[in-house]
């Protein structure tokens, strides 16, 4: 299969790398809103304007698009699935019903297919969730996030007068943890379950006390968490925070039996050093599923929830039932 | 849809335990090789002979085969197939080529839907290999069980004279367990894997000595372990020893990035208090994939690997993209 990447940034880049693993992908270009002259690949990839993109429609089996939840991809998305089988990471839950409509009418009009909200959350901890409350109807679940760098909230630190640089954990309480994996069931308040690790840059002379005061009350972001703030210098930022892993779990705890005297608590966990690699080596899966379900004229919009998991495997159904069952 | 239950043992019993946990599931009757006047059910559920189980074929929808892998299934699924929707927990993985395909043939040719080999090894475990496997192509992964008893090894230990009763329980081996979740990707083998602890009631005057080396060296069930074997009374086998616990871990690790620098440890777990009741469980939201399968027409053997996530769920799909994703 072709793949294209509309948007070259961290993911963008993890895909490129991705489609080298995978035997049966292969790069056909990546398409960026920068001159494509000052754009360098990792691998030497071709990168063409954005602007062109449509011309590529006969090149490209499917197009993962690497934009931003916020403002880039409800437009991108839409757009591009008029011409193309498209992937995308959408990531902002309370639009996923409009995002999901908007897309299912460009894809389904075209007789393309779409898959949104692919990566890890949402993706593969959806898929925790969706199974597991499937098969413990009487239980409760859990995700936490982390110990991992989060790029909104550093990003949301870097905004504030006198920051350099910044990068900001999001850790999972300990004690939350340990009792949901106990099998207890309790109510977490948002505090209860992470922390906010922050560690700054500050311009020389800027005021470190009042830049610690505007994180911890900025609301949304900070407020409703226990964060700490440490000043480094850049150097110790350079040598230290330079990478971009993550991780969490999705923990369901349910009941069975006569009385519901039996407890069953299961849990899937990740541990990345990347994650925007990892979040690209899903999307690559996926692009696998979008393109078999289009030859097989299954159109429209399609989230992780509506694919089989044989069709993101390049391994035909009896070796898996062999191998992997 | 109308449940129908085949086979009463353990599994039997906690299918009909978990229909009680699932609104859109009601039990139609439950087949038994006994006498049926003899048969007392958990919930006051009718049983019926399993010579007249033909005369439901239009009062069931889907009937789940609840024998043993070695000789029940392989008769028993192909021949319920060729009357009813099936769903069984074919678990002899060197068989699963052979019996799928005895299976699919016998729901074909009547229009009838069957999912084999359901549960959580084969089934949910399955699941986590063939999406982990999907999502990193380059890694290796690890399936651990336990700590819990395995009913096969409990019933090779009652079959030594001298044994009253038995039962062993299978324990991941910590070490190997901690290097795989730090990301190491060793080579292990059946011994730095497991071992196997086997509690004994032992007839009075029997030769226990005799008893220990007959487990220790038991071929493929024993001899390839290191075996811990513990005499005990029958009241402490009964208090101690009378619940069916399981549980176990895939673990795959894997490497991304421009030189492999990044390293990713996905992890799927489960403790269980009752290893028959979870996988009752599984196997209802599998019956439901498999009504809605048929009722789209479409007919034959299936998977685990072929039930896209959202037939499982008794949510619609607006819903679960809401909720779940």
Request: charged share 25%; net charge negative.
């Amino acid at each position: 299969m072709r793949i294209g990447i509309y948007g070259y940034g961290n993911l963008g880049r993890g895909v490129e790398l991705a489609i080298r693993q995978n035997p049966d992908a292969e790069l056909a270009g990546i398409f960026s809103r920068r001159d494509p002259a000052t754009v360098k690949t990792l691998t030497g990839a071709p990168v063409y304007s954005a602007a062109d993109v449509k011309q590529f429609a006969d090149k490209i089996d499917v197009m993962i698009i690497c934009g931003g939840s916020a403002s880039d991809l409800p437009e991108m998305t839409p757009m591009l699935a008029a011409s193309f089988n498209v992937i995308d990471s959408f990531d902002t839950h309370a639009r996923i019903p409009e995002h999901f409509a908007n897309v299912d009418r460009a894809a389904a009009e075209t007789g393309h297919t779409a898959l949104i909200s692919a990566g890890w959350d949402p993706g593969l901890f959806s898929l925790a969730r969706i199974y597991l409350n499937s098969v413990l109807p009487d239980g409760k679940d859990y995700t936490f996030w982390g110990r991992g760098v989060s790029q909104g909230h550093s990003d949301a630190i870097r905004r504030i007068p006198g920051v350099r640089d910044a990068r900001q954990y999001t850790v999972p309480v300990e004690d939350a943890l340990s009792r949901v994996r106990d099998g207890e069931t309790p109510e977490l308040t948002t505090r209860q379950k992470h922390t906010r690790e922050c560690y700054v840059v500050a311009e020389e002379g800027a005021d470190k006390a009042l830049i610690e005061k505007q994180i911890k009350e900025m609301p949304n972001y900070f407020a409703d968490y226990d964060t700490t703030v440490t000043f480094i210098s850049m150097d110790e930022m350079k040598r230290n925070h330079s990478e971009l892993p993550h991780g969490g779990q999705v923990i369901r705890s349910g009941r069975t039996g006569l009385d519901n005297e039996h407890r069953h608590v299961v849990e899937f966990s990740l541990k990345l050093d990347s994650n925007p690699e990892f979040t690209a080596s899903v999307l690559i899966a996926c692009a696998r599923a979008v393109n078999r379900l289009n030859s097989r004229g299954d159109c429209g919009c399609k989230t992780l929830f509506d694919i089989a998991p044989a069709d993101l495997s390049p391994m035909d159904p009896a070796e898996l039932r062999k191998k992997l069952l």
